[in-house]
């Protein structure tokens, strides 16, 4: 299961490419030794995707610096973090000058990515134009099941209010059943 959206390429100010798509984290990597493994496997066995309110938010800012805080545990898990703004990559790049996040951090100044995973934006059309208010934060884990697009499956989805943002262990738990 996929969308055609996690397919375009968001301008990422974080680390990794300048522009990055979630597919791209699924991209075959090939066995350092040939003769020990039979194929390549894709990069990353489960993908946690954060989708955040806006660039002002202090809770996605909080959420951002605790999982930067623990990212050695998710890659040994085999699982990327990925964090999106809904907001011009000059904003989202003051929280990766202020953070230094180890993960890739893209601008979605659409909210392409949020509207097509059902990000839930309350207060109709004052929400929709004023980020902070209206739209509300989502942690998605995504279980990567081979080098392909349609290979990502939702696992886990937290997108229902404000306050329901998951534990960074409860994230890790979703990762470890993926590896």
Do not use: K
Not at 19 to 47: F, H, K, M, Q, R
Not at 78 to 104: D, H, I, K, T
Not at 140 to 151: R, Y
């Amino acid at each position: 299961m996929i969308e055609p959206a996690l397919e375009v390429a968001l301008p990422n100010v974080g680390p990794g490419p300048d522009s990055l798509a979630l597919t791209d984290l699924i991209d075959p990597v090939e066995p350092a030794d040939p003769t020990t493994a039979e194929g390549s496997d894709p990069a990353y066995e489960s993908i946690v995707l954060l989708l955040h309110r806006d660039h002002h938010a202090g809770q996605c800012r909080r959420q951002v610096r605790a999982v930067a805080d623990r990212y050695d545990e998710f890659r040994e898990r085999g699982c990327a973090v990925v964090s999106v703004v809904p907001g011009p990559r000059e904003r989202v790049r003051e929280w990766q000058e202020r953070y230094g996040l180890p993960y890739p951090i893209r601008a979605d100044p659409d909210a392409t990515l949020g509207d097509t995973l059902d990000q839930p934006v309350r207060l109709g059309p004052v929400g929709r134009r004023f980020d902070l208010v209206g739209r509300m934060p989502a942690a998605i884990v995504f279980d990567v099941g081979g080098p392909a697009a349609d290979d990502l499956e939702i696992v886990a989805a937290y997108r229902r209010t404000i306050f329901d943002r998951p534990e960074i262990d409860a994230l890790l738990d979703h990762a470890d059943r993926r590896s």
